[in-house]
């Protein structure tokens, strides 16, 4: 629900254009090769290249959201990794919840009507429990109840000053203006960052 071209994450942005503009196979380098001065986002287009090509997907038809959900698939591709070297199944049960967050925060902090909220598209959910795997649809669960998101709303309570709570006798939640107004800088920070970012893929 942002405004113009959306901010979410810059360095998804500059890549989406330049693997348009580029291709994939020229960035499909081998694992460790990357750019010196710049390895994080190096690393990052590279990897993305690799897994669109896996997945044999034509750069023309990739927009933000598709390039975003590659990421995430790469992103839990690595985890699963992980998780082979690292636990045992047979010694421990485990559980793995992915997802994408997915910001939605007002242009103007100080507007009060203009909720600030937080989403998440859910990934891959399951179990493993004796070392037999069980797929979770987290969608297929019921949704909290009021007095439910009350209940986990007065937890929060606890542990956070009464001025930046949300107020509790809604369903969904608004993000505490304190809260985004420390960790932004306000609106004008805020609307400055983004913009920052806005910019990435047609300065590079």
């Known amino acids: 629900n942002r405004p113009d071209t959306s901010a979410a994450c810059g360095?998804?942005?500059a890549c989406l254009g330049q693997l348009q503009a580029e291709g994939l196979d020229p960035n499909c380098k081998t694992p460790g090769?990357?750019?010196?001065?710049?390895?994080?986002?190096?690393?990052?287009?590279?990897?993305?290249?690799?897994q669109?090509?896996?997945?044999?997907?034509?750069?023309?038809?990739?927009d933000l959201v598709s390039i975003t959900k590659a990421a995430e698939r790469t992103i839990t591709n690595d985890l699963k990794h992980l998780i082979s070297k690292a636990?045992?199944?047979?010694?421990?049960?485990?559980?793995?919840?992915?997802g994408v967050q997915i910001h939605n925060w007002a242009t103007d902090l100080t507007d009060g009507k203009t909720p600030s909220l937080e989403f998440v598209a859910p990934g891959e959910?399951?179990?493993?429990i004796n070392a037999k795997q069980e797929k979770l649809d987290v969608n297929a669960f019921p949704?909290?109840?009021?007095?439910?998101?009350?209940?986990?709303?007065?937890?929060?309570?606890?542990?956070?000053?009464?001025?930046?709570?949300?107020?509790?006798?809604?369903?969904?939640q608004e993000i505490s203006r304190g809260y985004l107004m420390r960790r932004?800088?306000?609106?004008?920070?805020?609307?400055?960052?983004?913009?920052?970012?806005?910019?990435?893929?047609s300065d590079e």
């Not at 090769?33 to 690799?50: F, N, T």
């Not at 045992?88 to 919840?97: G, I, L, Q, R, T």
């Not at 949704?143 to 969904?172: F, I, K, T, W, Y």
């Open 11 to 13: 360095a998804l942005c």
């Open 33 to 50: 090769v990357h750019d010196a001065e710049d390895p994080e986002y190096s690393i990052l287009k590279q990897r993305l290249a690799r």
């Open 52 to 62: 669109l090509k896996s997945e044999n997907c034509k750069v023309e038809d990739l």
């Open 87 to 98: 636990v045992d199944p047979s010694k421990a049960n485990y559980a793995v919840f992915t």
């Open 125 to 128: 959910c399951y179990t493993v």
């Open 143 to 172: 949704a909290l109840s009021p007095r439910q998101l009350r209940l986990l709303g007065h937890v929060a309570e606890a542990q956070h000053p009464d001025n930046e709570l949300p107020d509790q006798d809604s369903v969904v």
């Open 184 to 201: 932004i800088g306000g609106a004008a920070g805020a609307r400055q960052s983004a913009m920052q970012y806005v910019t990435l893929p």
